[in-house]
């Protein structure tokens, strides 16, 4: 898949007819080259809340503000041309009530250029996610496992492991999918729970720790790549390793430095080749 200038991004709507379809490919972007370089492989880039973990090393997403938000998800919009671009609706931006809610998401679409943004919870957002897509403002929904709630839930674990919280988790899925939402992510859930909301509502549900039976996937690019080494939680694939490779290129760096072997020649003005 490839994108060119003139080809317009991907749409709520296209994304909203993909439930059953095509799987939807999604991943996490902070920044505008990254954006650059994931934009033709996806169909959606997610400038999540976790860029308060992988890019300025917090212990949790909840100290992350809304003028982040809104300055990184800009980044990604300028570097992307094809993806739907989301941004996270970061903690105590939006719990409060559906007009402070909408306050903030407004800022967020207009300040970023963004076509969507994503808030966690279930039934007690309902109608906050109403308000918002009635407004005219794009929602994807985020349930199971919430981030933004990891005080609450005693830390990132799974959950819906007995049948009672499974059907809260369910009913927080239908909640938020009757309430207008879009998408619905759903994390760190047993695997026949997360396939079992992908049966119960109408909508397109992503998964991350979830199910492949998922309407789509989504990571967290610095995971996927090598980039962030605290931890690895069990769903994460790693598909490159490229925080080794940075720390071997920044060795030979320093090696050569220190040598007084860079800069050659080569890297220098009014210096002729031999």
């Not at 973990?53 to 917090?58: A, C, L, N, P």
């Not at 931006?93 to 909408?102: D, R």
């Not at 897509?133 to 709630?149: D, E, F, K, Y």
């Not at 610095?222 to 490159?240: C, I, N, S, T």
């Amino acid at each position: 898949m490839s994108a060119s200038k003139d080809t317009p991004r991907v749409s709520v709507p296209a994304l909203r007819a993909r439930k059953g379809g095509e799987p939807i490919v999604c991943l996490t972007a902070y920044t505008t080259p990254v954006a650059r370089l994931l934009d033709p492989h996806v169909d959606l880039l997610l400038v999540g809340d976790s860029l308060g973990m992988v890019i300025y090393g917090f212990d949790s997403t909840l100290p992350v503000t809304l003028d982040m938000m809104i300055a990184h998800g800009a980044a990604v919009v300028r570097g992307s041309r094809h993806a739907c671009v989301v941004v996270d609706l970061p903690f105590g931006s939006y719990q409060e009530s559906p007009q402070v809610a909408f306050r903030n998401a407004a800022r967020v679409m207009a300040e970023s250029g963004a076509q969507a943004v994503k808030v966690e919870g279930g039934l007690e957002m309902a109608e906050t996610v109403a308000y918002l897509t009635t407004r005219g403002i794009p929602v994807m929904g985020h349930v199971g496992l919430l981030p933004q709630s990891v005080n609450a839930l005693g830390g990132y674990k799974a959950v819906g492991r007995d049948p009672e919280a499974a059907e809260r988790i369910r009913a927080d899925a239908r909640a938020i999918a009757e309430a207008g939402a879009f998408s619905l992510v759903i994390e760190g859930t047993m695997e026949s729970l997360a396939r079992q909301i992908t049966e119960d509502v109408t909508i397109p549900t992503i998964g991350i720790g979830a199910s492949p039976a998922c309407d789509g996937q989504v990571l967290v690019s610095d995971d996927m790549f090598g980039l962030f080494g605290e931890f690895q939680p069990k769903f994460v694939k790693r598909y490159a390793q490229l925080g080794t490779a940075i720390g071997e290129a920044a060795a030979t760096y320093a090696a050569e430095v220190k040598a007084r072997s860079f800069p050659g020649p080569e890297h220098c003005f009014g210096i002729k080749k031999a």
